[in-house]
């Protein structure tokens, strides 16, 4: 069912092309069936790990990848694919020097790096639409032979405390002596799909570039035996068919094309293991065009990977393009008839939807760099798939798999089969789903799609991925790691949003989630409150290094922390779930009960967080410092707080929701109960800031801190000495660079310290840090947070921004300063400089650098420079809702009712 809501204001987007696209899907248009759904990096997963000791990065490696047939996936650069990945397209280059063909991007692994596995490459994803209808992406090549060997080895010189070597710093752009390789995608219909590779030489020479566009098979023979094997086969000089057993019959038109080359996606034995059998292995097109080895590809013209021959001579400072069209087998009319028509067409259509979508944003860069993160969404989507049963037990047609990996990683996970598009946290470092970054990404796409977001937020909690006993899978190097418990909270804002822009309230997609989420919550009051007080544990929830300690390893006497952030997390989650209970309750008066149980369950949370109660009960808030802290607890000693002034005394700023007193005409029984509760607890109705104190618009307030406690957090949080940076919120206070933390655990030390850039430590991996950086979705979250209490406090709440400023701004206000500021990272200054980019002159004076941008995972706690993944659009992406109108995208809505806010009393 859907609730109705007046003056939908996205009906023009609606009225798009693309927009009409979208809506056919819900009757049955395929017009998602292709896009970008193949992964940047299959190999050093943990899919195709089948070592004994969990070694993925070393089982299989970079120098295997174009040799050894994936059995789960399949990487490329700039490919296509339908949603099984069972015909997969992508672009392979040679620019005549290279000692190895450029199919796939080239990173180094988790210890390769010396701040963990970082891709060498540059790409920017430019545009895209949510059907994959038009999509286009950039990838720069260099002329010089790629500087494999240096990368590796000057990473590997340089430690901790030292930048990364990236391939811009090798010099192989110097001069321009590099092609811009511009891939673009149409789709004529859902079927039928046009590529465009435009290869520009940027140098002052003429340059011979060979690009290959290919296609293949996904295998799936070599692990279990199977009716019938795909086939490619030549038709003519420039024409491939394509029969898969799963799929009608396509054709491959190549305009053009000097040959067909075609091998087999099987694996080179042969190279690898030292074998001697005959085949036309995966890396045919390598040997063949590299090594000059032509018996590496079939001359029969047929195979399970096919690809086009283009040598291309390319004059100094221009261009040639490459032309492919992948369509049905019974298509007649001539391939390239209307193919740049179409693609005019196209862009056309995606200049129509984005000038609908951004209709309230007047600055041409605001739109700019909006449009870049949402197509940087949208090519990040891949094909997730991964069956944890058949990979723990092996495949019929494979060697057994050793018998310790029945008992080590996932193995508790048996009950989890994927093969969905999903969205990835980067295409790259990080290309398996993560709970908590799917939920972040899922409240960007409901901007431009809500369908696909709300599908991806169910897809999670599924019974093929969630646990049995409730426990959402984090990602797959552990599922049973703990992510933050957001998926409700991601509900409610795509919940809001898709009513924003349709006029109608999906309360069916709520209805469905919220099932699911209540085993998930009861997961964590059973699991994750170790001794039933209602101050919760969880370990490491995404925050990497930001503790003294490994918070998700044992303690070695034996203790715990009780966590201040996992503890407002599930403060957090309750209100959450209450108030997607009330929703529904509007139309079933059932879920008020539900609604009641999760305000109580917040209510004794709130006692819990702030307890008073003996050596053994300590609470998490500090009276003396007048912050949130973690505490330890190990038998036999007095409880400890870890003062540490880090993102984890901030998060219960998060635990807070707006009421209406209107719930208490049109939810009696829920009022009701609410009232006798409070009167029968008054202690806890202190806790909970001005429960009995309503607004001049008759607003409640449900929050973890009273008005005391929160002006405490903020001139914190709002001191620039502190967590204030010109580039949002840090993680770790800046206090700590002069004062580090130093904790004595057993006979051992920790030291924690501000460190604003990469991480000078390898806890979890090093490949982050959360002790000093900036990272978006925390800093999402606050703005959110501080918009929905300035929704109770109103303009007559004023605080001082920064701290010593003498500056008084509103909660809103604050909200707007921190939204400012974190716009900047991205934005031009006025001398025409990105932040993110750093010192690097070249990627900000270049034309051909400047407006191609990439969105980082984190980013320097002073400098604001992006580190980090290089495209961790996913949940950086949400730099394009902090860019969109307020008012479209706005999640603060009141239950059960809304009006404008007035301000609040005194």
């Known amino acids: 069912m859907k609730t109705e809501m007046p003056n939908a204001p996205h009906a023009q987007v609606r009225d798009t092309q693309e927009g009409r696209r979208l809506a056919s899907i819900a009757s049955g248009a395929a017009w998602r069936r292709w896009g970008p759904y193949l992964s940047e990096r299959q190999w050093g997963t943990v899919r195709e790990d089948y070592s004994a000791d969990g070694s993925a990065w070393e089982y299989f490696p970079h120098d295997h990848a174009r040799s050894r047939a994936y059995r789960w996936g399949e990487d490329g650069i700039g490919g296509f694919a339908d949603d099984q990945l069972r015909i997969c397209m992508s672009v392979a280059l040679w620019n005549g020097c290279d000692p190895i063909l450029k199919e796939r991007l080239f990173g180094l692994t988790n210890a390769e790096g010396n701040h963990g596995e970082d891709v060498k490459e540059l790409t920017y994803y430019l545009d895209g639409l949510p059907t994959h209808a038009y999509m286009k992406m950039l990838y720069k090549y260099p002329q010089a032979p790629f500087p494999y060997a240096d990368l590796v080895a000057t990473n590997a010189a340089r430690g901790l405390r030292d930048r990364e070597y990236e391939l811009i710093d090798t010099g192989v752009f110097d001069d321009n002596k590099y092609f811009d390789v511009e891939i673009e995608y149409a789709k004529v219909a859902p079927d039928d799909i046009l590529l465009r590779i435009t290869a520009h030489n940027r140098g002052a020479a003429a340059s011979r570039l060979h690009v290959l566009p290919q296609i293949c098979a996904r295998n799936i023979w070599s692990w279990t035996a199977v009716l019938a094997k795909p086939r490619l086969e030549a038709k003519g000089d420039d024409n491939i068919l394509i029969d898969h057993p799963d799929q009608p019959p396509m054709a491959m038109a190549c305009e053009g094309a000097a040959a067909l080359l075609f091998c087999d996606n099987d694996t080179n034995t042969n190279r690898l293991y030292g074998t001697d059998v005959q085949g036309w292995f995966k890396d045919g097109f390598n040997d063949a065009l590299v090594d000059g080895k032509t018996s590496a590809v079939n001359p029969d013209r047929c195979g399970t990977k096919a690809a086009a021959h283009y040598a291309l001579d390319i004059p100094a400072g221009g261009s040639v393009s490459v032309r492919v069209r992948l369509r049905p087998q019974d298509a007649s009319a001539p391939p390239f008839l209307d193919f740049d028509s179409t693609f005019a067409a196209r862009r056309a259509e995606a200049d129509e939807f984005y000038a609908a979508l951004q209709s309230g944003i007047a600055d041409e860069d605001q739109r700019l760099v909006q449009r870049q993160a949402l197509a940087g969404m949208l090519w990040s989507k891949q094909f997730y798939g991964y069956d944890v049963r058949r990979w723990l037990q092996g495949d019929p047609l494979q060697p057994a798999p050793a018998p310790e990996r029945a008992s080590g990683r996932n193995a508790n996970w048996s009950h989890l089969v994927l093969g969905d598009i999903m969205s990835m946290p980067d295409t790259w470092e990080y290309p398996w789903f993560a709970a908590w970054d799917l939920a972040f990404h899922c409240v960007t796409f409901a901007l431009i799609d809500p369908a696909f977001a709300k599908a991806q937020l169910v897809l999670v909690t599924q019974a093929r991925s969630q646990n049995p006993n409730g426990q959402l899978p984090a990602y797959e190097w552990n599922f049973s790691d703990v992510n933050p418990p957001i ?420």
């Open 487 to 906: 998926q409700a909270w991601a509900a409610l804002q795509i919940y809001e949003i898709d009513r924003k822009r349709s006029g109608v309230g999906d309360t069916l997609f709520l209805e469905r989630v919220f099932h699911k989420l209540m085993l998930n919550f009861t997961w964590w009051v059973n699991r994750e409150d170790s001794e039933g007080r209602n101050i919760f544990q969880g370990g490491f929830l995404g925050l990497d290094n930001i503790a003294p300690f490994d918070r998700s390893a044992p303690l070695p006497d034996g203790g715990h922390i009780d966590q201040s952030d996992a503890t407002a997390w599930v403060a957090a989650f309750a209100l959450d779930m209450m108030r997607i209970a009330l929703e529904l309750s509007i139309e079933n008066h059932v879920y008020e009960d539900l609604a009641t149980k999760y305000f109580e369950h917040f209510l004794y949370i709130a006692e819990a967080v702030h307890a008073k109660g003996g050596a053994t009960q300590t609470g998490l808030w500090d009276e003396q410092d007048s912050f949130y802290y973690d505490v330890l607890q190990t038998p036999g000693h007095a409880s400890e707080q870890l003062r540490v002034r880090s993102l984890v005394g901030l998060i219960p700023l998060l635990a807070v929701e707006v009421l209406h007193q209107d719930f208490a005409r049109t939810l009696p029984h829920f009022a009701a109960r609410l009232n006798w509760f409070m009167a029968q607890r008054p202690d806890l109705a202190r806790l909970v800031s001005n429960w009995r104190e309503p607004n001049e618009l008759d607003y409640q307030l449900l929050s973890l801190m009273r008005r005391h406690r929160l002006n405490c957090v903020l001139s914190r949080m709002l001191d620039e000495t502190e967590f204030l940076s010109d580039f949002g919120i840090r993680s770790l206070s800046k206090y700590h660079e002069q004062h580090p933390c130093v904790f004595v655990l057993g006979d051992r030390s920790f030291t924690v310290a501000y460190t604003p850039g990469e991480g000078d430590t390898r806890l979890f991996g090093g490949n982050s840090n959360w002790r000093g950086p900036i990272w978006m979705p925390i800093n999402y979250l606050i703005v959110e947070a501080l918009h929905k209490l300035h929704k109770f406090y109103g303009d007559a709440y004023r605080i001082e921004c920064p701290t010593g400023s003498g500056v008084f701004l509103s909660l809103e206000g604050v909200a707007e300063e921190l939204t400012r500021r974190l716009q900047r990272l991205f934005l031009k200054d006025p001398s025409g400089r990105r932040v993110y980019l750093g010192e690097s002159s070249r990627e900000w004076e270049d034309v051909n650098f400047r407006d191609r941008l990439q969105f980082h995972e984190y980013f320097h706690g002073d400098t604001g420079r992006g580190l980090g993944a290089s495209h961790q659009t996913g949940w950086t992406g949400l730099i394009a809702l902090l860019l969109h109108p307020r008012d479209e995208t706005d999640s603060a809505h009141v239950t059960p009712a809304d009006t404008t806010n007035a301000g609040a009393k005194g």
